[in-house]
């Protein structure tokens, strides 16, 4: 499955935003999916009710937070 495929090969956290009300991606299906291709891996989540298919405000803190945290990942000689 391509998203089994996907999260297999990113070797750092991830992270998941989705939106509930989504016209293109069913919310649950999509989250039970990506949990299930997650073999178990830690996933950090953020959801938001409305906002349709597209990033969100409630997305923008959380992922500048995500990005700020991993920053040393991207440093010469950062390690995952």
């Known amino acids: 499955d391509q998203v089994h ?3 297999s090969k990113i070797q ?7 939106v509930e009300d989504d016209e293109v991606l069913d919310f649950t299906s999509t989250r039970e999916k990506i949990k299930a291709a997650s ?6 989540w953020i959801n938001a009710k409305k906002g349709g298919h597209r990033v969100v405000g409630e997305f923008v803190q959380p992922l500048v937070d995500f990005a700020e945290s ?4 991207f440093v ?5």
């Open 12 to 18: 750092g956290r991830v992270i998941v935003g989705l």
């Open 76 to 80: 010469h000689g950062g390690e995952l």
């Open 5 to 7: 495929a996907l999260l």
């Open 70 to 73: 991993a920053r040393e990942l």
């Open 39 to 44: 073999d178990g891996r830690e996933l950090l």
